[in-house]
């Protein structure tokens, strides 16, 4: 199954289920593309000198040529007290959802959205998530967010 990551950044508010968002792999891809999932899938090593990859269960692969797109994680030990308060929708559903308990029953006064190092996935997407934010708190609270005095997104 993949998650379109894309679809995070709506969870907090509601706006997306998992169903929403989640599709078959074999659906998605071309017949004519041969997928390998699970630990065939997993590499483990790269030997460009042969042209070739091993992955976890010790088969090799080889090819002609190699495109790597492994993505990136969110290294969040890498600063300093951030993991003390972390709450995110851009790293996996489970946190998506964290947040959005959150920022439901939100009743603070401040939120700041950081990023801490490029690069992340999406760097659009804080930006989209601060302008629903302060839409969503709005209309939990029946007035604009950060014209309550003293309240803000940062
Ligand atoms: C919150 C959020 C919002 C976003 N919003 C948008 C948007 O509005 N519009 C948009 O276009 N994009 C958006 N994106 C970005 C988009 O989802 C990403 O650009 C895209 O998922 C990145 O694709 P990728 O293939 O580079 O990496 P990924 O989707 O992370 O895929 C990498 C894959 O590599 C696999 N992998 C890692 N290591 C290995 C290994 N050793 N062997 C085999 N496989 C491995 C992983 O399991 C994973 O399946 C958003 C992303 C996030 C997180």
Same mark, same amino acid.
């Not at 998992?18 to 630990?39: G, N």
């Not at 951030?82 to 946190?95: A, G, M, P, V, Y």
């Given at each position: 199954?993949?998650?379109? =990551? &894309? ?11 998992? !169903? *929403?968002?989640?599709?078959? /792999? @074999? ?52 600063? =300093? &007290? ?11 559903? !489970? *946190?998506?959802?964290?947040? /959005? @308990? ?53």
């Amino acid at each position: 199954m993949n998650i379109n =990551q &894309g679809g995070f950044t709506f969870i907090p508010f509601g706006l997306y289920t998992p !169903e *929403d968002i989640s599709r078959s /792999r @074999k659906k998605l891809i071309s017949p004519r593309v041969k997928c390998v999932f699970r630990e065939d899938g997993e590499i483990e090593r790269v030997d460009l000198a042969n042209r070739e990859v091993t992955v976890k269960t010790g088969r090799n692969y080889s090819c002609d040529y190699l495109v790597i797109a492994t993505g990136c994680i969110a290294d969040v030990g890498s600063v =300093q &007290g951030l993991s003390d308060d972390f709450n995110t929708f851009h790293t996996s559903l !489970e *946190d998506a959802f964290k947040l /959005r @308990k959150l920022v439901r029953t939100f009743d603070k006064e401040h939120i700041v959205i950081s990023v801490a190092q490029m690069p992340i996935p999406c760097p659009g997407a804080p930006g989209k998530f601060a302008v629903m934010l302060d839409a969503y708190l709005s209309s939990l609270h029946f007035q604009p967010f950060q014209s309550r005095e003293g309240k803000g997104i940062l």
